[in-house]
């Protein structure tokens, strides 16, 4: 995907919402990745296929529940 994307390690961090391409790289490389969660691969795709519009309709839902919520923009967003 990152390929795909053309994204740095940092952008897909960003997408993914892990802290930075160095924990990016514990899921992706090494004689034993880490496995990534469901959710943190439906958050990825979200990200990726929907509008800024329905995201920020998603955060707002967020914050209504409680969440203190900053949700980066992504720099380029590629179609899926």
Known sequence: MKDELGFTGEQMADLFGVAGG????????GATPREMSPHMLFFGAAR????????A???????????????PRLDDKSPA
């Open 22 to 29: 160095q924990q990016w790289r514990k899921y992706t490389g």
């Open 57 to 71: 309709s998603v955060v707002q839902r967020m914050r209504q529940a409680g969440a203190e919520v900053d949700l």
């Open 48 to 55: 990726l296929v929907l509008t800024d519009e329905q995201l």
